[in-house]
């Protein structure tokens, strides 16, 4: 009997042995590839001869302070390139920036160097590691006409008619310490052979975030959006949901420690749960960091396990520690 108890118990370790190694090698695999899963290129080409080609690389993307970076290169193409960096003609684009400049002069015969822009993203980080955001890129390029004085801008343009959600309207063109905000999107509709046509291509990816995007054009108005929207990959969440379990797993561990020392106590009292549990109070916020890209306390994910696990385990201590205080008063050497 006793030598089939330990046959038993050598192929449940290989089971178990190979089961653990089973999971490691998938997840492994799994994120190999985990920058293919979420990153986007995104292509949008116009067949017109003389356009400009905008290369959008997102370079940032902050949860905490809602904003994304992307970093806008420009080719020039046809007849209005001296080469692919230098126009032949006077060029103006406008962007959304959020901060610093939206509208930009490209004189000609001078080199565009690239430009930064930072953008707004909407979205709730207090629902971390399920949080989700979504931002919108405005790009116009265009020849100014110089026989027209400076206007005052008009208001903005309106929504695009996009069924999958509601787009905001096209960002007014003012910016502090600019004296170009005289050039409104909605003003070079009356210019159609000024526009510049746009290609656009967009590469995002950063570690954190996943990656989904569109180009948008439309009839009503002559700007070209990119909208982007963002969520965090999945091997971020399991990772984030693993810590979780582990944090609950190790403070019901403790609280079953706790119990168990109480219920059982003889003359004298097992402390090990309440050492484990003062060292948890202080290791479990260390724990809790570790998740990829955690917010500070207070979101959705640390009332499904931080906050409670701090709980269990500053209770079990309080538990444990007036369960000592009744035993030993009742103790016989406490009488002496």
Known sequence: MPGILENRRFWLSIVLGLGFIGV??????RNIHERSERSLELTNNVTAANRVDVDVTVIGADPTTRELTARLRFQLMGDIAKDVATPKVDLRFIVNNSVGQRVFQFPKGETISQIEVVLPMAGDINRYP???YETDLWLLMYQPDKSKGPKAPPPPP???PTPARKTPAAPSTTSAGSDLAEVAATNIATFPNRQV???ISVSA???GMKYTGEVIRSNDIPATCVRLDLKRPYNLVNASITVMCLMMGIALSIVAMALTAIVSRGEKLDVLPLSLS????FGLPALRNIQP????VGVLGDYFSFVWAEIFVAAAAIIMALTWVFNK????????
């Open 24 to 29: 490691y090698v998938t997840a492994l695999q």
């Open 130 to 132: 399920f949080d989700k």
């Open 158 to 160: 309106a929504a695009l």
């Open 197 to 199: 046509p746009i290609s």
């Open 205 to 207: 990816s950063t570690p």
């Open 278 to 281: 003062i060292g948890l109070i």
């Open 293 to 296: 890209g955690v917010p500070p």
């Open 329 to 336: 008063k009742k103790s016989p050497d406490s009488k002496r």
